[in-house]
C-alpha cells in the first residue's frame, strides 16, 4: 500500500511520494490494528497522521459544498453501490470488500482541524462532513473522533453540516445542539427506502432504515432541523409507488424537515461492485440495468425527473417540504452519494 512504502522508507530524492500522499498521511505514522470483539471481526483499521483534515473541493461550483472534513476512509457500512469504492483504489487498496473492511482512520483529525480554524486564514467558511464515507460508521464508537471536531467547530462558531447513515450521531447530539446555539447547522439522515429485505443485503453494514429514521425523530425532538436524503433510490427493486409512498410517509412521521430524493448512480469502482451483487441476488434485473445504465453513470434524464416528481408530490401529501436552498437554518446538503466531479476530487476528499 502506499502508505506502508512511505512508512517504510521515507521520501527521498530517489523515492518520493505523491504529492496527495503527503498531503494525507505523515511518513512516520502508520499503526495497523484489529479488534477481536463481534463488531469488528475483520476488520483492519490503518491508523495514521494526516497533514491536513480540512480539503478544499476542487471544482466545488459543482458541489453544494467547498470545504469538508473526512476522518476516515473506507467504510463499514459496505453499501453496495458507494461511490466512494473508488477512493480506496487511490491508496492501492481493494474497491470491493477492502473498502468495508480496510479503514483508513486519522487519528489527529480533531487536532488538526482545531488548528487550521483558529489560524488566520481560515475564513470560517462552512464545512460539510459525510461527503466521501460516513464519519459515524462503526469505527467512531472506538476512535471519537467526531466529539473532538464538533467542539472545535463550535467554540469557533463555525458552520458545519453532517450527513450520515449512523445512529451514533445520537451520541454526540448535546454537542451539536451546543454548536447550533452559535452557529448553523445541517443534520441530514440518509434513508432511500424502508424494505428491509433490500436493505439487508444492499446495506449489510448500516443500522436498519428505522433505526435511522429514529435519529430523526431524536433530533426534531429536539428542535434540531433533520433532513432525509433519500438516497438511493433504487431502480426495480425500491421504486414501485407503494416503495415509494411507505418511505416518504416513514420519513414524514419521523419528522424529517426536508426530503431529497437522489436516484441510483454508479460510478467506476461502484459499477463493477454493484453489477456483481446484482448478478448474484438479481440476476434477472442484470439486463434491464445494462440497458438504464448502459452509456454511464446515471439513469436517463427521464426517469430521475419521475422519481423526483413522485417523491415531491408524496412529500407534498405528507406535509414535508421539498429541500430547498435559502431557507433559515438550511444548509446545503451534504451527499456523499453523489460523486466528485473529477478523479482529483476524489484523492483530496
Ligand atoms: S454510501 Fe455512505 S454509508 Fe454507505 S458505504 Fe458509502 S460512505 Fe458508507
Not at 57 to 66: D, K, L, N, T
Not at 126 to 154: F, K, S
Not at 194 to 211: F, K, M
Not at 224 to 247: H, K, N, S, Y
Amino acid at each position: 500500500m502506499r502508505w506502508d512504502r512511505l512508512a517504510d522508507s521515507p521520501a527521498t530524492a530517489a523515492t518520493p511520494a505523491a504529492p496527495a500522499d503527503i498531503a494525507l498521511f505523515g511518513t512516520d505514522a502508520v499503526t495497523t490494528r484489529t479488534f477481536d470483539t463481534p463488531e469488528f471481526r475483520g476488520i483492519t483499521f490503518h491508523e495514521v497522521r494526516a497533514r491536513s483534515i480540512v480539503n478544499r473541493v476542487p471544482g466545488a461550483s459543482r458541489m453544494p459544498f467547498e470545504w469538508t472534513v473526512n476522518p476516515y476512509r473506507g467504510c463499514t457500512h459496505a453499501c453496495v453501490y458507494c461511490f466512494a469504492r473508488k477512493t480506496h483504489a487511490y491508496l492501492d487498496l481493494d474497491t470491493g470488500i477492502g473498502f468495508d473492511s480496510q479503514i483508513v482512520v486519522k487519528v489527529n483529525a480533531p487536532e488538526l482541524l482545531r488548528a487550521r480554524l483558529s489560524s488566520r486564514s481560515w475564513q470560517g467558511a462552512h464545512i460539510a462532513m459525510g461527503t466521501n464515507v460516513d464519519c459515524y460508521q462503526r469505527a467512531e464508537g472506538r476512535y471519537r473522533l467526531m466529539p473532538g471536531i464538533i467542539e472545535a467547530l463550535r467554540d469557533r462558531a463555525n458552520p458545519f453540516s453532517v450527513l450520515t447513515k449512523g445512529t451514533l450521531i445520537l451520541r454526540d447530539q448535546e454537542l451539536i445542539r451546543q454548536a447550533a446555539e452559535v452557529t448553523e447547522v445541517g443534520v441530514s439522515v440518509s434513508v432511500g427506502f424502508t424494505d428491509r429485505e433490500l436493505w439487508r443485503t444492499i446495506e449489510p453494514g448500516t443500522p436498519s432504515p428505522e433505526r435511522r429514521l429514529d435519529v430523526v425523530r431524536a433530533f426534531a425532538g429536539h428542535g434540531i432541523d433533520c433532513g432525509v436524503l433519500m438516497a438511493p433510490v433504487v431502480p426495480f427493486l425500491g421504486d414501485r409507488p407503494e416503495q415509494l409512498r411507505a418511505t416518504v410517509r416513514a420519513i414524514a412521521e419521523a419528522g424529517a424537515s426536508s426530503v431529497t430524493p437522489l436516484v441510483l448512480h454508479l460510478r467506476p469502482g461502484a459499477r463493477e461492485w454493484f453489477f456483481g451483487w446484482l448478478r448474484h441476488h438479481h440476476p434477472e434485473l442484470v439486463g434491464r440495468y445494462e440497458r438504464m445504465y448502459g452509456t454511464g453513470a446515471y439513469a436517463p434524464t427521464w426517469y430521475q425527473r419521475r422519481i423526483t416528481r413522485q417523491v415531491h408530490e408524496l412529500a407534498a401529501e405528507f406535509g414535508i417540504g421539498p429541500a430547498h436552498r435559502g431557507a433559515p437554518r438550511r444548509i446545503p446538503v451534504p451527499d456523499h452519494h453523489a460523486p466528485p466531479a473529477t478523479a482529483e476530487q476524489l484523492t483530496l476528499l
